[in-house]
């Protein structure tokens, strides 16, 4: 549990209103004591998971899992209401009675199978030890082989909402993870009443009813026009998956910012919060950031920067993207379209660079320094000019969420010499990031999207070379969002919109959200050098992730083979894979 009072926190007053936003990160929940009238952010509390993610191994059974998995145990979900919300209330120094609502927030897609009255399968009886009985967290990569089935299928039969995902459904959505499902646990899949996102989930625990949220079901459910995918789709990728959406998807759909119901009187003892507040309709953690970061208008593309990046931005016009994530009518604000894109590893790739690629003497110097060892790396590399390393790194070592939608993709650093220091591997990484995003940023223009503005959330931002680097990288000014937690104050504001302390989400963004703007601009020769290097990232990019070369997926493929063939050989080492939770990622 870590906790903090917001420094120099405002002159609470006797009449304050408050609400409550929680965000659920990759490995902590967090919550946020908001105050209604101003924004001011009073005290907040988070939680770690007790079971993390499960990448290598289910804790429940000592099982290795296999290549791509990334698992969670629901029950963690529930402890952060149980932990960080009291905390957050005791921190602050209110009256539970003075708050008027409480709001939630999940990364996406995070689903798992239940039964009828919403208990996870993972604690049915005898099912604790099957891995597809948990929630299969967003970076769950291991359905790719189902979603690369749904795409070519789509494509065969010109399903018309396939253009409305940019050409590709991702193998971290909920129906090629539901597909992976029955055909690899067939059992389990006959016991699942509801295939449920986590966001919906803990709203559920919290209300007792179940509505599905529109973000969710839009952008990662295949919800279009009041639709899924018809039947005879489904039929066509499986038999058996025929009435998956009839039967374990659709549901009430909640509009964003609505209450999805009042705090039960067994939440409300959980909590410490007084029963029959409202509850907001659940939402993605990128998605309700946006009017806590003033991102609410067409052309502002919000990057929310952690262990991945999800970049949305809303738009008056409705255009197909190549590669985006999806476009939703009201995804983030209503009466807009909202956009979609993402980048699957940026902090994470960081974090798996310095604690698996850095010498010990760096940290020991680090130390020495005063420093973390992502500022002492930082300060190596910073002055360097640009291209001066002679490096050039793809980003995809968590595969390539957007444009090109294949998490097969792996990462790789051209350039490396016998001279080549760790500090320059780790700057072209940084540089890498950026690179992708100016793809994506790209995109969007050459669609007839254009993005006007870019403001970046997350915690990330704290290191301003990196935040420099994008500007260079973008040739455009960056803002930033001034709160440390923008989901968090994100869910707070569709707090008090289902309250009704607020019309609507922009209005209450426009008094409780804050940004910084252009608080980086581009320096013109370093955004010169970076165009050089951007084509040859670009040469790369095409190269391997458009066909020009298989390898790749090929080495994939061999990686599977030989851990299928051998798996008691293969087993990962006791320390298994480091992560780095999103919104608290420092570097």
Known sequence: MTNSATPAAPVLRPGDQFVIGVDYGTLSGRALVVRVSDGAEIASASHDYPHGV?????????????????????????????????????????????????????????????????????????CETRPHAYVKLWKHHAAQSQADRINVLAVDLGESWLPRYGGLISSEWEFAKGLQLLEEDPELYALTDHWVEAADWIVWQLTGRYVRNACTAGYKGIWQDGKYPSADFLAALNPDFARFAIDKVEHQIGQLGDAAGTLTAEAAA??????????????????????????????????????????????????????????????IVSGLYGYEAGQSGVGDIFAWYVKNQVPPRYFEAALSAGLSIHEYLTSLIEHQPVGGHGLVALDWHSGNRSVLVDHELSGVVFGSTLTTRPEEIYRALFEATAFGTRVIVETFGASGVPVTEFIV???????????????????????????????????????????????????????????????????????????????????????????????????????????????????????????????????
């Open 270 to 331: 959980w909590t410490g919060l007084p029963e029959g507040i409202a509850v907001a309709v659940g939402n993605v953690d990128a998605h309700v950031t946006a009017p806590a970061a003033g991102a609410v208008e067409p052309g502002q593309m919000l990057a929310i920067m952690g262990t991945s990046t999800c970049h949305v931005m809303n738009s008056e016009v409705l255009r197909e993207v190549p590669g985006m994530c999806g476009v939703v009518d009201g995804g």
């Open 54 to 126: 499960m990448d290598t191994m289910l804790a429940a059974s000592g099982e290795t899992l296999p290549p791509e998995w990334a698992l969670q145990v629901p029950a963690d979900y529930v402890s952060v209401l149980k932990t960080a919300v009291p905390e957050a209330i005791a921190l602050a120094g209110i009256d539970p009675a003075q708050v008027i609502g409480i709001g939630t927030d999940f990364t996406a897609s995070t689903p798992m199978p239940v039964l009828a009255d919403g208990t996870p399968l993972n604690e049915v009886p005898g």
């Open 457 to 587: 959330a997350g915690g990330l931002l704290r290191n301003t070379f990196l935040m420099q680097t994008y500007s260079d990288v973008l040739r455009m000014p960056i803002s930033t969002i001034v709160s440390d937690q923008g989901p968090a104050l994100g869910s707070a504001i569709h707090a008090a919109v289902a309250a009704r302390a607020y019309p609507d989400v922009r209005a209450a963004g426009q008094v409780m959200g804050k940004v910084n703007r252009a608080q980086y601009t581009p320096n013109a020769a370093s955004a010169d050098a970076y165009d050089l290097l951007f084509a040859e990232y670009t040469l790369l990019h095409d190269y391997f992730g458009r066909g020009g070369n298989d390898v790749m997926h090929r080495l994939k493929a061999l990686k599977r083979d030989a851990l299928t063939a051998a798996p008691a050989a293969s087993a990962p080492s006791a320390i298994g894979t480091p992560s780095t939770d999103g919104e608290g990622a420092t570097i």
